[in-house]
């Protein structure tokens, strides 16, 4: 059984190596693995202040008591972002779209009456996922330099509505 739970302090070190993994730092377009300290400062102020509307959400994702990925809710105005990373020796499975359906539903919880995003267009096993939870891969896209590939790259807009 797959679920997601608001991450704790003690969840760091798996967010770290999660954070380090050679397929994250890839797809979040940095040139490398995150620097500790700095993750740590931005972890503790996520769980930290999880329980303020306008704060970034962090969800851990376990499967059968494994912790297997994390879930991204950032509150907008009229909207959330949900960005979702599983670890690489758990990809290919399902746990991203599991994930990704846990997320919407989590935001529909808090409130929530629709999700807007933007995925990479060479993401494509992402792009999947949130389309086979329903979610939207509109024509609209944003351009986004992305520094260790220097280049500029087509983020496609993606959304759903929440009933």
Known sequence: MIKIRKAALDDFDFFYKL???ETNVYWT???SKPDREN????FKNAVDNAEKKETRKIYIVESGGEKVGHIY???REEH???ATAISQKYQGYGYAKKAIALG????RRMGYRKMKDAIREDNIASLKAYQACGVNVTEE????YIPKLD?????YIVEKKLD
């Not at 993750?39 to 931005?42: G, K, P, T």
């Not at 919407?104 to 935001?107: Q, R």
């Open 19 to 21: 954070k380090c993994e």
């Open 151 to 155: 280049k500029e790259v087509k983020m």
């Open 73 to 75: 809710i950032i509150p």
């Open 104 to 107: 919407l539903n989590e935001g």
């Open 80 to 82: 959330f972002e949900l």
């Open 29 to 31: 377009g940095h040139g």
């Open 141 to 144: 896209y944003r351009m986004v």
């Open 39 to 42: 993750l740590f400062f931005f």
